[in-house]
């Protein structure tokens, strides 16, 4: 719980030697075309202006960086979804992790008390920052300790990702919209669930799997069409914008682990054990992100964590695994991965359809007279 609020604590701080340091201020003099839209045009494609509204401040901002000499990009182009606010997986949430989660309606009015508004009424705009293949590249080398633009992109990456969700609840609002970031409402906390321990009173990554923006891994990642290596944000607004469609029905869908029985890289990445055939165990990951706190601080001099081992070196650290990308990885190479995928496919068939030990042969059919004739 600590090592959450000391998280928190450092985004807010972070952010404001940024804005004393001018940056926040060229931010908001940078020329966004979709943000100066924002402010002078009505919405007729409400998705495509979301859209390009995220995009646009993505590839444009200043923040968008991890603050080291060469000043590297913190994230790639981003994905968005959209949900419905009345989507029933809402409800399952709160039912499912506890009634302190929110409902899209519960988070909004209780940002706005007294405006009428039903849950139809309202979408739930979600996006994933995908990290960059530098950043991954680093990360990917380690097996113990993290990469310093890993940290970066975790910290100053997530600082950004503040500003993005300011940005778009800001700009729907001036259009008439009225919007709120849940993860930036002074309401937002950690909570305790019942059934899966910390938690919080909304998840950005289960508003995500609604948008139809990915599926759960065996560790709790997302994992999307980029990979698991990401960030999730979003912002709940009054607005009406046609759901993504969910390409999947089980919030297992893209994990080879769930899906095919196979895989299990996360569990290896894990330098602290959090993660297991049984799943993640969020008292030991909490644990090591202790450790790489104190590393970061004592290593690179930069207050915060970056962990996420389990993120980077898997099939799905990029993409959707798929059998081939699981071999390929496994055996270096993609016409490798092939093979060995197409075999372990057969012996799967051959194993579910093989005659059990002892099984009778049957006896052979007579042959026809004419069996041998031309």
């Given at each position: 719980m600590?090592n959450r609020?000391d998280?928190?604590r450092?985004?807010r701080v972070?952010?404001q030697r940024a804005?004393?340091a001018?940056?926040?201020?060229v931010?908001?003099r940078?020329q966004f075309p ?9 919405i007729?494609d409400?998705?495509a202006?979301?859209t390009?509204?995220i ?5 444009a ?7 080291n ?7 790639d182009?981003p994905?968005?979804g959209?949900?419905?606010g009345?989507?029933p997986?809402y409800?399952?949430?709160k039912?499912?992790v506890g009634?302190?989660h ?5 988070m909004?009015?209780l ?7 039903t ?7 979600s996006?994933i920052?995908p990290?960059t293949e ?18 970066r992109?975790r ?8 500003e ?8 729907l ?13 002074s309401k937002?906390?950690?909570a ?5 321990g910390?938690a919080s009173t909304?998840s950005?990554?289960?508003?995500a ?6 599926t759960?891994g065996?560790?709790d990642g ?7 290596a990401m960030?999730c944000?979003s912002v709940?607004?009054?607005i009406q914008?046609?759901p993504?469609s ?5 919030h ?6 769930y ?10 990445r894990c ?5 297991s ?6 008292n030991a ?8 706190t104190?590393?970061?601080?004592k290593?690179?001099?930069?207050t915060?964590y970056?962990c996420?081992f389990?993120?980077t ?5 990029s993409r ?10 496994r055996?270096?190479g993609?016409?490798?991965?092939a ?6 496919s057969y ?6 359809t ?14 026809s007279?004419?069996?041998d004739?031309?």
């Amino acid at each position: 719980m600590i090592n959450r609020i000391d998280r928190r604590r450092f985004f807010r701080v972070s952010a404001q030697r940024a804005a004393i340091a001018g940056i926040a201020g060229v931010a908001s003099r940078m020329q966004f075309p979709a943000v100066l839209a924002a402010e002078s045009s009505s919405i007729e494609d409400p998705s495509a202006w979301v859209t390009s509204l995220i995009k646009g401040f993505a590839a444009a901002s200043p923040l968008n960086s991890l603050r080291n000499p060469a000043n590297d990009k913190a994230w790639d182009e981003p994905l968005v979804g959209f949900s419905r606010g009345d989507d029933p997986l809402y409800e399952l949430y709160k039912e499912k992790v506890g009634p302190f989660h929110w409902t899209p309606l519960e988070m909004f009015q209780l940002t706005f008390p007294g405006t009428p508004v039903t849950a139809e009424e309202l979408t739930v705009i979600s996006w994933i920052l995908p990290q960059t293949e530098l950043v991954k590249a680093d990360l990917r080398r380690e097996t113990k300790n993290p990469a310093e633009r890993w940290v970066r992109a975790r910290m100053y990456g997530e600082i950004f990702n503040e500003e993005l969700r300011r940005v778009v609840a800001e700009s729907l609002t001036k259009n008439g919209h009225l919007a709120v970031a849940p993860t930036l409402s002074s309401k937002f906390k950690n909570a305790k669930s019942d059934r899966y321990g910390s938690a919080s009173t909304f998840s950005e990554r289960h508003a995500a799997y609604a948008a139809g923006l990915g599926t759960f891994g065996l560790c709790d990642g997302l994992i999307t069409p980029k990979g698991k290596a990401m960030r999730c944000g979003s912002v709940v607004a009054r607005i009406q914008i046609a759901p993504t469609s969910r390409p999947y029905d089980d919030h297992h869908a893209y994990c080879l682990f769930y899906a095919k029985g196979i895989c299990g890289v996360c569990i290896t990445r894990c330098p602290g054990g959090a993660i297991s055939k049984a799943g993640h165990d969020k008292n030991a990951c909490v644990k090591q992100l202790a450790v790489t706190t104190r590393y970061s601080e004592k290593q690179f001099g930069i207050t915060g964590y970056g962990c996420e081992f389990c993120q980077t070196g898997t099939p799905c650290e990029s993409r959707i695994p798929t059998e081939i990308s699981y071999y390929a990885q496994r055996w270096g190479g993609v016409a490798a991965g092939a093979v060995v995928a197409a075999a372990a496919s057969y012996g799967w068939h051959y194993r579910r359809t093989r005659p059990e030990p002892g099984t009778p042969v049957p006896a052979m059919p007579a042959r026809s007279p004419n069996e041998d004739k031309g």
